[in-house]
């Protein structure tokens, strides 16, 4: 998901999923963790933005 790209939440938590699973790989080497930790706390703060922006929207109705 580049930047530029609509943010899709079901997208998110199913990249978030294939992170985790790579970090639980044995195989995966300690560099690759400190990516991927990297880019699933990305995605948590845009899930987390996303989640607050629809119980915002929600609360307005």
């Known amino acids: 998901m580049s930047m530029k790209e609509e943010f899709s939440y079901p ?12 970090v639980e790989d044995p195989s995966t080497g300690i560099d690759d963790i400190g990516k991927y930790i990297r880019q699933s706390d990305e995605l948590i703060e845009k899930c987390r933005k996303y989640l607050r922006s629809v119980r915002e929207k929600a609360e307005e109705l």
Do not use: Q
Not at 11 to 22: C, N, V, W
């Open 11 to 22: 997208e998110a938590l199913a990249e978030l999923e294939r992170i985790a699973l790579k």
